[in-house]
């Protein structure tokens, strides 16, 4: 018996050896501080607009960027006044304020109190006559004072004058009640525009090219979860765009249920009592919820999605990780278990708050045993940074079963802007705890461990720096020494081995990207510099070479024995297209692309994303395993606790990076642009918006006047003036900013003049002119070389400056 105690002693005592020793091993790091994520806590607020809730507007808990805020527009009331709603943790607000800025946020026009009236979750904000004719927009800016905190709320304000936003609305709502309850006798195939635009061969995405079955969603017979929530995000005196975001579940030809997130746009036109649908865009995105139905034998089911889908392997497949809807998995196929790593949605609560999808969630690194390195990008719906933007960088310990965070980079800028700028370029590895951020042409290198920052290389632009498709490798091109040939710094982030390569004698050199970790860059002579066809400058590349991670040359392709250079190249999978030019003398025209497959073939992989068809759900999308899979209904892992020890939080030097332009469709930030141009083309491409970063108007699709005139008076050359120069003497008196078009049509450019500021055109190349005014068939336009006012028809117009290569300066302010 004693023998027994003894023996139940020792073990009782390894016991709690293993306790601690367990402990101290799940808590290292983490300063023995474990907390659960928690629920939402900040107020919601929306706005009422002709008796409809609009606008849901999620809080900020730090001064964000006035010009960096811009999403939703909200009419004002024909007395000025504003009816606000705080939707949730209206017992929180003790105090409510306003603020009203400039589009740049420059000038504060006002600022006031406001006071809850009857339950306390309608407000009425009174903000008068504070938008004259001289100012349609503004923004505002709404605190809320709660128990805790102090959180500020953004919206874009206007004049209700001359718009129709309500009428605009109401027949938003009804085509969306129409086509989700299947109605056919609704008759809305006439606003449609059928054609091979549209691919109706699937539900993911169903827009006015469409056909009717799909508008109406065909087979699915959605069922609502909850109502639809109404974004408007442009409103003037000819369109109104709108977004609806929703949930529905639709059940699939087993009988399965399942859930999907909408995304309903709408551009649409109101004349005299009459609709006209100028744009529409219907996106359906499945919900991953990891039960017996998103499997099968071979692989994992994410049905109707985008095939964009994030996803990671390793191990020949023995661990895959995939974002789908913003939430990050994990699938053991040895253990049969699938575990939700990441998501900020509350899937038992539904807390709107917390299915905000303004952020996006991305790989970095997985290992063989299951870890993972990942980033957060955005608005953070909860948590410790809830109300915050910026980037968090978290590691994923499968043994222990928590995420640790290990640094937040936070920002000013709305989500899209932010993962635009921040999202360039992050990459963390866990084992040196080195993170590399390339923020506003600046690539840093902080040492996490001892929370020093360096600044590698700053002032880079997209074209002189390149990164691999999973960010583990970079190319920067180095500030050349005095008498020292220009270089590129190429770095292997995951092993921090890094090599430069150096230009030839008098050349400069041009990195492009990596091919199976295979280092691409051009080389260029300054001396090949000359013109396109359409008259701008370009400096091709008159060799290709590809390096290894040895810095040895695995190939190089030259053509200039033919006369003929590379522009740019494409790098997709293991293919590399050539950008090609043919020269003669100081001139180039375009040449035949030339395909080359880079010789190391990329590794096959175990897991596949492909393609798969049912009648009913039509084009799908699944993650195809090689082997197959054995159990279809894994175990699913929950981490509900998140380490919390001393996250760093990083504060990045503030860089100008020079005036951006912003395209802005189907109700979001489409992309950035360095160049005016090129923002116009991609706007033109979706029937959007191009905004300058200082909230300056710079384009719109269809919204401008069909017969206009700045009255400019006529002027002529002075002395040795060029015409170019005289023409921008002559806009000095406007107090506007130059922009380069180049590249857009007549057609599209003369937006900018109904702005209230003439152009300038290039009618040969080197021969400027003012065009001051258009009607529906003439141009106007002053030219300096002989002082007089000339009209001629926009076909003429358009034929002199397609010759001279589209060049446009506009002017916008």
Known sequence: MKRRIIKAGVLFVIFIAALVVSSLVINRGTADEIVDMGSPTLPRISFTTGGVKVNPLFGYTQDMDITAMRDTITPLEADGSLLMNIEEGTDQVSSIRYEVYSLDGEEKYKEGDAEMTGDGSAVALALGNILSDDVQEAVLKVILTTEDETVSYYTRIERPDDIATSECLSFAQDFHTKAISGDTSADLGTYLEPGEESDNTTYQTVNIHSDITHILWGDLAPELVDEAEWSIKES???????????????????????????????????????????????????????????????????????????????????VTAFVKERELWLYDRDTDELTLVFSFADQEGRDERSKNDQHAVRVLDLDEDGNIVFAVYGYMN???????????????????????????????????????????????????????????????????????????????????????????????????????????????????????????EGMTVRPLGFVNGDFVYGKVNPDDTGTSAAGEEITPMYEIEIRNSKNEVEASYNFTEQNIYTTDILIENNLLTFERVVRDGSSYSAAAQEYVTNNQERAETAVTLETYS????????????????????????????????????????????????????????????????????????????????????????????????????????????????????????????????????????????????????????????????????????????????????????????????????????
């Not at 002189?464 to 999973?470: L, T």
Request: with cysteine.
């Open 236 to 318: 003037n005196s000819v369109y109104t765009s709108l977004l609806a975001r929703y949930q529905v579940s639709c059940q699939d030809e087993n009988g399965e249920t399942d859930l999907y997130n909408i995304k309903e746009f709408f551009r649409v036109r109101y004349v005299e009592g009459t609709i006209y649908l100028l744009d529409y865009n219907r996106n359906m995105e499945k919900v991953f919820q990891g039960t017996g139905s998103d499997f099968d034998e071979d692989g994992i089911l994410f049905g109707i999605s985008s095939d964009d889908i994030q996803y990671e392997t390793e191990g020949d497949g023995a």
């Open 382 to 504: 909860r948590g410790f940074h809830e109300g915050e933007v910026g980037v968090g960088i978290y590691y994923f310990n499968k043994d222990s079963n928590l995420v640790e965070e290990q640094a937040f980079i936070p920002s000013t800028k709305s989500f899209a802007i932010a993962e635009a700028e921040l999202g360039r370029m992050v990459y963390y590895n866990h084992g040196s705890s080195m993170l590399y951020v390339l923020a506003d042409g600046t690539l840093y290198q902080i040492d996490l461990e001892h929370d020093e920052q360096t600044v590698l290389a700053e002032g880079l632009t997209e074209e002189q720096y390149a990164v691999s498709d999973d960010g583990s490798c970079m190319a920067y091109l180095t500030a050349a020494a005095e008498d020292a040939p220009e270089q590129i710094t190429v770095m292997d982030l995951s092993s921090g081995e890094q090599y430069a390569v150096e230009a030839p």
């Open 614 to 813: 049912t009648d009913t759900m039509q084009t799908q999308m699944m993650l195809v395993f090689e082997d197959g899979i054995e159990n279809t209904e894994p175990t699913i892992l929950k981490p509900e606790q998140i380490a919390s020890g001393e996250p760093i939080t990083i504060t990045l030097g503030d860089t100008d990076s020079g005036r951006k332009f912003y395209v802005y469709g189907m109700g979001e930030l489409v992309d950035i642009y360095d160049r005016a141009g090129s923002a116009v083309q991609r706007a033109a491409q979706v029937s959007g918006v191009v905004i300058s970063s200082d909230q300056a108007y710079v384009w719109e699709s269809g919204n401008r006047d069909l017969v206009y005139s700045a009255e400019a008076s006529a002027f002529s050359k002075e002395g040795d003036e060029t015409s170019l120069a005289a023409c921008e003497r002559y806009m000095e008196q406007y107090d506007a900013v130059q922009v380069d078009l180049t590249g857009c049509t007549l057609d599209q450019v003369l937006y900018v003049i109904n702005r209230g500021c003439p152009m300038i055109a290039f009618i040969s190349s080197d021969h400027a002119v003012l065009l001051t005014g258009y009607t529906m068939t003439d141009i106007t336009y002053i030219d300096p070389d002989t002082g007089g006012e000339y009209t001629v028809g926009q076909g003429e117009m358009s034929v002199m400056t397609e010759a001279a290569g589209n060049m446009f300066l506009g002017y916008i302010r």
